[in-house]
């Protein structure tokens, strides 16, 4: 609901409101506002429910700069970890899928196999700690994508970088695996930064 946009930043929910719109108790919206907390999403209010946080274009400015080093280290490593075509054939089918995805104009199958393929790269990377700080990241990216997916224009060559950073890391190119991974990512950056702003898109 926070990522549709259908609990809007800024917004103030109680639990019992919550509880009731979802149809379950208040323990474990409880459980889950704590998860989303940790995760930049919302702030949890003392006998005041739960704030929807707002995400700003400088927001994802910073975060994206955040991610776009991490997930670059990550393409880096998985192309020195000398990862063999079964190990890397995850990566591989989420190329496929956004191919498949963007031929039947399905936006939001796009975005999900898009999603599948970053957790899978930083995931080949190894390090535990970068996967734990992306997916914190990352679910607030997810946020803003949603809102700008049908603005955006069609993402043919996010399709290609994806399919540039795979062969470098299958052909062991770490070099080239982090380069081409953190152009990709700063073209998003600035596509994505430039769809708020141009929308007036100042809070989410």
Do not use: C
Not at 41 to 47: A, K, S, V
Not at 65 to 72: A, D, I, K
Not at 96 to 106: G, R, S, V
Not at 107 to 116: M, P, V
């Amino acid at each position: 609901m926070i990522f549709s946009g259908e609990l809007a930043g800024g917004t103030d929910h109680l639990e019992s409101e919550l509880a009731d719109k979802l149809g379950m108790s208040r323990t474990p919206i409880r459980e889950a506002a704590l998860t989303l907390e940790t995760q930049g999403l919302l702030e949890l209010r003392p006998r005041k429910g739960v704030r929807i946080l707002p995400v700003s274009p400088s927001d994802m400015r910073e975060i994206y700069e955040v991610l776009t080093e991490l997930e670059s280290l990550s393409a880096e490593q998985a192309a020195s970890a000398g990862h063999d075509e079964a190990e890397l054939q995850g990566l591989s089918n989420a190329i496929d899928e956004m191919d498949e995805a963007i031929d039947a104009e399905n936006l939001e199958g796009w975005a999900a196999a898009d999603d599948r393929f970053h957790a899978e790269l930083v995931r080949l990377g190894g390090n535990s700690r970068v996967q734990t700080i992306f997916q914190m990241m990352s679910d607030q990216v997810r946020r803003a994508r949603m809102t700008t997916l049908y603005i955006r224009p069609t993402p043919t060559k996010s399709n290609a970088d994806h399919r540039a950073v795979y062969d470098a890391i299958k052909r062991g190119d770490a070099e080239t695996a982090r380069a081409r991974h953190r152009a990709h990512r700063q073209d998003a950056k600035n596509i994505l930064i430039e769809l708020l702003e141009r929308h007036r898109l100042n809070h989410l």
